[in-house]
């Protein structure tokens, strides 16, 4: 008779003794103990996973974020801005709720795995990939209906009429056409691609006269200033050193 995989016999001993029912110790005493040693790794856990989640450690734990996109975001509006609200890396990049933040915490482990090989060690490398990477946020961002954008900013709480003409038409439309934020604000808080062209996103824009309220409305405080002709929201240079 073969007797592959028999664990030796203390081994055995140990594991029935574990799974036998304690005699000394009451169930609800048990229970206690067992409530309260959960509650602490549960905290611990979600502790470590927020410390995951602020500006500092996402702009410098690594290289690649540190010397790449975080320093074209302190250029940016989401950075510094008149009310000081600052949008940090986690407010746009992980979600809020519960599950799908951990689910991206998890697909963040593979990151790890980029940054040992090296995939985006240099400026070059980092180049080379951000059309790819910058794409996976927009797909994201699209399929999420601009979920972490909608953290802070709605349309219902947008004044419209202190908008220029042309986002209160885009703004009015965007439900209506199907179109959500990322469709037409792209790098708003770093560099575009290289290889991203403009002219792709054209049609996301609503390109109908702007409607006379909208045009003639007067502005409060100092005017906003015109937009330029150009499909300028997508330019980074535009929300900069605002
Ligand atoms: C943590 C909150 C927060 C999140 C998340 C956030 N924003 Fe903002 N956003 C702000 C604040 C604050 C401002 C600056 C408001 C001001 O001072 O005028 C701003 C400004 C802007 C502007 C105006 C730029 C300009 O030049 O006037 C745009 C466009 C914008 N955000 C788009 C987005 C998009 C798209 C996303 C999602 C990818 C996003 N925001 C996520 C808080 C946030
Ligand atoms: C269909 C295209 C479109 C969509 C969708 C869209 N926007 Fe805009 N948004 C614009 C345009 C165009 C402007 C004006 C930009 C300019 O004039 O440079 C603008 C301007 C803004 C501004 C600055 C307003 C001002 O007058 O200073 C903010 C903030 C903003 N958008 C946030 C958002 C957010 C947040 C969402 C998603 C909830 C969103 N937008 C969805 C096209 C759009
Ligand atoms: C206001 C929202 C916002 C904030 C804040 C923000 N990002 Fe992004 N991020 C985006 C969007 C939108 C994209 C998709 C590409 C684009 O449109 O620029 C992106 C793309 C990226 C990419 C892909 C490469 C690229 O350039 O497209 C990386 C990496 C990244 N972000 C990391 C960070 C880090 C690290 C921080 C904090 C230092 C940060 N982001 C802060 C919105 C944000």
Redesign the pocket.
């Known amino acids: 008779m073969p007797t592959t995989g028999t664990p030796p016999s203390r081994i055995r001993r140990l594991w029935r003794a574990l799974w036998r029912p304690s005699v000394r110790w009451s169930v609800a005493s048990l229970l206690l103990v067992g409530i309260v040693v959960g509650i602490i790794l549960w905290g611990g856990f979600n502790t470590a996973l927020e410390q995951t989640n602020t500006?500092a450690f996402?702009?410098n734990t690594c290289h690649?974020?540190h010397d790449?996109?975080?320093v074209?975001?302190q250029e940016?509006i989401?950075?510094h801005n008149r009310t000081g609200v600052r949008?940090?890396?986690s407010?746009?990049?992980v979600p809020h709720d519960w599950t799908h933040k951990v689910i991206r915490k998890v697909k963040a482990t593979g990151e790890l795995y980029g940054h040992f090989t090296g995939v985006l060690a240099t400026k070059e490398k980092f180049e080379k990939?951000?059309m790819r990477?910058?794409q996976?946020?927009?797909r994201q961002?699209k399929a999420t209906n601009s979920r972490?954008?909608r953290n802070c900013h709605s349309f219902d709480a947008m004044e419209r009429a202190k908008q220029r003409p042309r986002a209160q038409k885009n703004h009015a439309s965007a439900d209506a056409r199907g179109k959500t934020c990322?469709d037409c604000?792209?790098?708003?808080?770093?560099?575009?691609?290289a290889e991203y062209d403009e002219t792709a996103d054209e049609a996301n824009f609503d390109n109908s006269p702007n409607p006379p309220a909208a045009a003639t409305a007067p502005a409060a405080g100092p005017a906003p200033a015109p937009a330029p002709a150009t499909t300028s929201a997508l330019s980074?240079a535009k929300t900069s050193g605002k």
Request: glycine share 2%; with cysteine; hydrophobic share 40%.
């Open positions: 500006l996402c702009a690649e974020m790449n996109v975080y074209e975001y940016t989401h950075y949008a940090i890396c407010d746009c990049h990939n951000r990477l910058a996976n946020e927009w961002m972490e954008c990322i604000h792209k790098g708003i808080a770093h560099l575009l691609p980074p």
